[in-house]
């Protein structure tokens, strides 16, 4: 079982940034292909990012291609994602996940983190 952390989040204007971290309790994340996903009141979950295990590959939605961008650091301990230039519509719960396949769907992750708040202001 691994738990995953999510931290960063909060209130920005739009324009601003903001950088999310994704950790996992006691272990490593070297074993584990990491997606950044996010929901938005009302709507479905859906994919923003992910890294494969090496950290040498990453994709993006098109939505947020040329503004966010997720890496791993160094010790393996932490994924993150900056946001750049957000936008209001950026606005909503940031989850990371973690799997062993690399995809933008959501089943392909077998674990969840809790979510943290992004809020970007107008």
């Known amino acids: 079982q691994v738990q995953l952390v999510e931290s960063g989040g909060g209130l920005v204007q739009a324009g601003g940034s903001l950088r999310l971290s994704c950790t996992a309790s006691?272990?490593?994340?070297?074993?584990?292909?990491i997606g950044w996903f996010r929901q938005a009141p009302g709507k479905e979950r859906e994919f923003v990012a992910t890294?494969?295990?090496?950290?040498?590959?990453?994709s993006y939605a098109d939505s947020v291609k040329g503004r966010f961008t997720i890496s791993r650091d160094g010790a393996e301990t932490t994924v993150y994602l900056r946001m750049n230039s957000l936008k209001p519509e950026d606005t909503a719960v940031y989850y990371c996940?973690?799997?062993?396949?690399?995809?933008?769907?959501?089943?392909?992750?077998?674990?969840w983190g809790q979510g943290t708040q992004v809020t970007v202001s107008s």
């Open positions: 006691g272990r490593t994340l070297s074993s584990y292909v």
């Open positions: 996940a973690a799997g062993f396949l690399v995809g933008s769907g959501a089943k392909e992750y077998e674990y």
């Open positions: 890294i494969n295990r090496s950290g040498g590959w990453t």
